[in-house]
């Protein structure tokens, strides 16, 4: 008897199909893959499962049993648990509070030194390493993610969704992730992954469900089939195979940091100590290291969100030690945050008003204060083709971004800040949570800044895409530069020494 079967199910909102007769089936002791583009049904389809929402039509048969959840209460109560791709945990509360919140009995005094107890060998038992003590503010996104599984199994659920689950995950980390998900099949637990990576799904999942456009386009056990035949069926055409060309870039100095540094609001070690970086005009520069040693604040300090404490930098030539993050803007550096929902959009606003938020209040938006709507509206309108954005529903660039897929979401940003004014564009996680076809579209994007002599700081957690990309490639730990490698010098391991803080010889800051 399987552990799940979704039988036929149809979702529609404002008339258009996000499920249209999509079945799903999951054995217990089974990882399955659910793949797709973005906006091509996945969480869609897992939401229904999980009571978010409510199908159309269809059935679903949980434990052989019939199953309607109405809300994700009711999910879990049933031993269903999802972790959602943004993260639903309290910031300001521990990680302890944060696993228990909600619990029947969860008392303050009794329950607490038990409920570590138990956290505390769970987390052992699965190599999911926290301390039940820290404050969820305090932990890096990969430990966060940690607690969001923790969450779960300590509400002693036997099928476990995970949205995008390694897209905020350095290599090693994914590699000890995949090993807990690998103990959790072993005893019985069922798993089902949302995912892009094709290299992932070939190395952990069982089996593969495919989504296109709201309909199934196949399911196929994963070790009969090829990357080759996952993207055909995922894309409708193989991916291409042609790289942009790349030009040499030359010396010229775009952005030029002496000494920066970045000290803590508390003190304690410097979030960025001592920063000497360069980077040059038609060149990406690739920002490596495991994600909290001060990449996220490189960026902000580059881009004026945060302002530096000492040191000195300069863009095209101009200081700027107090220029705000506007008059930067205006000067060419634009910004793609890794935190699209808190940094990069207005999530009850348009497609439309997102698109020309960094420039409403200009021309040709603006005159004498007065929005010129039809020009933003054309602006929007040649995004969403150029960059393929795909909206809910009928509403196009009217559509609010929050009803828009991760993805499309990460689009509408990139659509923004790689415009004509763009210089210097500092992409951080430019691809999170893209699935292939736009992935590919994006590295094609960036290389074409490059190759018109722009510069593009790219800072990533996926050592393939800095490896590919990049001219050369800068590794952060705890807050300094370790070395600098050139593309054609570095390597998986060279760089993994200097993630972990061991400088080789050879590498230069």
């Known amino acids: 008897m399987p552990l799940l079967e979704m039988r036929h199910i149809t979702k529609a909102f404002t008339g258009v199909y996000a499920n249209e007769d999509v079945s799903l089936t999951v054995e217990q002791g089974e990882i399955h893959a659910l793949l797709g583009e973005n906006g ?253 040693n001060g990449q996220k604040e490189l960026a902000e300090v580059i881009t004026g969100i945060r302002r530096h404490t000492s040191g000195h930098m300069e863009f095209l030539g101009h200081g700027l030690t107090k220029t705000p993050v506007k008059e930067r803007f205006q000067m060419g550096i634009s910004y793609i945050s890794d935190d699209r929902h808190a940094d990069s959009l207005v999530m009850d606003m348009t497609v439309t008003d997102n698109i020309i938020l960094r420039e409403f209040g200009r021309a040709p938006y603006s005159k004498h204060t007065i929005l010129n709507s039809r020009k933003a509206e054309e602006t929007a309108g040649k995004a969403l083709e150029d960059y393929k954005i795909k909206t809910s529903g009928k509403s196009g660039i009217r559509t609010m971004v929050k009803l828009m897929s991760g993805g499309n979401q990460q689009k509408v940003i990139l659509a923004r800040e790689i415009s004509e004014r763009a210089q210097l564009i500092a992409a951080s996680q430019p691809t999170r949570g893209l699935d292939i076809g736009a992935t590919e579209f994006v590295h094609q994007t960036l290389l074409r800044q490059r190759n018109r002599n722009r510069s593009v700081l790219l800072i990533s957690a996926d050592l393939d895409e800095i490896m590919e990309l990049s001219d050369r490639i800068a590794v952060m730990f705890e807050g300094k530069i370790i070395g600098i490698l050139d593309r054609e010098e570095a390597d998986v391991h060279k760089i993994g020494l200097l993630m972990g803080g061991v400088a080789e010889e050879g590498s230069r800051a």
Request: include cysteine; charged fraction near 30%.
């Open 40 to 292: 091509a049904g996945k969480t869609t389809l897992m939401n229904i499962l999980f009571g978010i929402y409510e199908a159309d039509g269809g059935e679903i048969y949980f434990q052989g049993k019939p199953a309607a959840f109405h809300s994700p209460r009711e999910a879990i109560d049933h031993g269903i648990g999802m972790v959602h791709q943004h993260f639903s945990l309290v910031k300001k509360m521990t990680v302890l509070d944060n696993i228990i919140l909600g619990l029947k009995g969860s008392g303050f005094i009794a329950d607490r030194k038990t409920a570590e107890e138990n956290i505390r060998a769970l987390a052992d038992k699965y190599g999911l390493t926290v301390n039940p003590g820290d404050r969820i503010c305090d932990l890096s996104v990969g430990e966060q993610q940690r607690v969001e599984i923790l969450k779960a199994l300590y509400r002693n659920v036997s099928l476990l969704i995970l949205d995008e689950p390694t897209g905020v995950l350095t290599p090693q980390e994914t590699e000890n992730f995949f090993d807990v998900l690998r103990k959790l099949r072993d005893e019985g637990y069922g798993i089902i992954i949302i995912t892009h990576r094709l290299a992932e799904i070939m190395a952990i999942s069982d089996r593969v469900t495919i989504l296109r456009d709201g309909k199934p386009a196949g399911d196929l056990v994963t070790k009969d089939t090829t990357p080759e035949e996952l993207s055909a069926r995922m894309i409708g055409r193989p991916l291409s195979k042609e790289q942009e060309t790349r030009n040499k870039p030359g010396e010229e100095t775009a952005l030029k940091m002496e000494g920066v540094s970045l000290a803590k609001r508390h003190g304690g070690k410097m979030t960025l100590d001592h920063i000497d970086l360069t980077v040059r005009k038609g060149e990406i520069l690739g920002i490596a290291g495991v994600e909290g």
